[in-house]
């Protein structure tokens, strides 16, 4: 009797499991180029690349202008027209405006991150808001991205669906 009951437990568990991994729906979406074909990226993307280029032509103007002097105080200290004490203040000025320039690239990518985190931010957002619209119209369970995903049939992937909840 104890036998029959663990044995019809362990059915009715099975069924049970079966059962509910038939009733989950599992989908997949290539998120990666949903973003690419945005417009909002695109247009993010180009506003970062201009930021990017505008920080980097100051740094290297600031680097241009440093080096500049440098080559003037070595061409002074060499023909002997500044004294000891003008070529160490001279020197100190210099090592001041080398700091300033490794400060300024640590604040560039700092800028840069602050950006791209701004801009993306509501890019992301309304994708994973259209994954979801479609999972949750559509009865998923699950959606996965496609880059992450070993196997998958086509029928499964939903990223129609949700280029169609984004406008594209």
Known sequence: MHQVFKF?????LLLVATSVATAQ???????????????????????LEGLQKQLQKK????????????????????QGTMSPKQQQEEAAKLQKREEEIGNFEQTMMTDLQKKR?????????SVNDAIKAVAEE???????????????QDSQDVSALVRAKLGL
């Open 59 to 78: 740094g290297q103007a600031m680097v241009e202008s440093f080096q500049t002097d440098y080559q003037a105080l070595q061409a002074q200290a060499q």
């Open 25 to 47: 729906k599992f989908g997949f979406v290539n998120s990666a180029e949903i973003l690419a074909d945005l417009p909002a990226m695109k247009a993010a993307e180009s506003n």
């Open 8 to 12: 019809t437990f362990v059915a009715l």
């Open 138 to 152: 559509n009865g998923y369970q699950f959606i996965f991205d496609q880059q992450v995903l070993l196997y998958g």
């Open 117 to 125: 985190q701004e801009l993306l931010e509501p890019i992301y957002k």
